[in-house]
């Protein structure tokens, strides 16, 4: 097992060893990729609309800024890889594929040397060697994934894909349950409720997430942080405030203390 946390990656083979009780694994949104590959456990991972049951070798790759959680069983041992990386290391046409894919990209059965290789390296090599071979073997792998068919996965209730659709075709508009409501014709609270049923967040703090992870990339690029608070429509720029430095953990004005994304 290992972690190797270096500039902009952070690359680990993790076990969690059974315990009880069953719940929910962190429900997150973040601004880099992420790729898991499932060893070992009784796992339902669930991506935006997409959901599955993983099965061993089984890798899912969730692209910056979508939101996604684990539903563990803690009574079986988790074994798994967790890469994250920044979006400037993926090639145009896969940032491309990534829009049109499913997250769930099929077995890594025949890829297993690219992670055994992530156990082996980081005894061999100096950090920014292993930085270099890391993304190497990272890219090679999504190259080779992206020929590959994807397995069946559960999708999401329509009202749900639905939702998550007009939420984020619609970041830079002010979005309340009432104007869902006019929207889709259905209850505030039906909305709300089929929302976190499968989502398992408010629906309220999806909205607010998904404008903050979108504001972060506009920022990054250059763009004045007010200017950002007014295009995402936040009421004020004290409330946009407040809730970037809650969801990212460091003020709009600000670098990232940790990572560089």
């Known amino acids: 097992?290992?972690?190797?946390?270096?500039?902009?990656i952070d690359f680990a083979h993790k076990v969690d060893e059974a315990s009880n009780p069953t719940e929910q694994y962190a429900k997150h949104i973040h601004p880099f990729n992420e790729i898991v590959l499932f060893i070992t456990g009784d796992v339902v991972y669930t991506v935006e609309t997409e959901s599955r049951t993983l099965q061993p070798g089984d890798i899912v790759f969730i692209p910056s800024g979508k939101y996604h959680f684990a539903t563990v069983n803690k009574d079986a041992k988790y074994e798994r890889y967790v890469l994250k990386f920044p979006d400037k290391f993926l090639p145009n046409y896969i940032k491309e594929k990534q829009e049109i894919s499913s997250c769930f990209l099929g077995s890594a059965k025949r890829h297993l040397d690219v992670f055994h290789a992530f156990d082996e390296f980081r005894t061999s090599y100096s950090d920014e060697e292993l930085y270099t071979l890391y993304m190497c073997e990272t890219i090679r792998l999504l190259v080779d994934l992206?020929?590959?068919?994807?397995?069946?996965?559960?999708?999401?209730?329509?009202?749900?894909?639905?939702?998550?659709?007009?939420?984020n075709n619609h970041l830079n508009q002010k979005i309340t349950l009432d104007t869902l409501n006019k929207e889709f014709n259905f209850s505030k609270s039906y909305i709300s409720n089929e929302f976190k049923?499968?989502?398992?967040?408010?629906?309220?703090?999806?909205?607010?997430?998904?404008?903050?992870?979108?504001?972060?990339?506009?920022?990054?690029?250059?763009m004045?942080?007010?200017?950002?608070?007014?295009?995402?429509?936040?009421?004020?720029?004290?409330?946009?405030?407040?809730?970037?430095?809650?969801?990212?953990?460091?003020?709009?004005?600000?670098?990232?203390?940790?990572?560089?994304?």
């Open 146 to 167: 992206y020929h590959e068919p994807s397995p069946i996965i559960k999708e999401a209730p329509p009202i749900v894909n639905e939702l998550i659709y007009y939420i």
């Open 197 to 222: 049923t499968y989502m398992k967040s408010p629906i309220m703090q999806y909205i607010r997430t998904k404008k903050i992870l979108a504001a972060h990339k506009m920022i990054k690029s250059g």
């Open 1 to 8: 097992m290992f972690e190797f946390i270096y500039k902009d």
């Open 224 to 261: 004045k942080t007010g200017q950002v608070a007014e295009y995402f429509a936040f009421s004020d720029y004290s409330t946009f405030y407040r809730s970037y430095l809650k969801i990212m953990g460091f003020a709009p004005t600000d670098q990232d203390p940790t990572i560089e994304y």
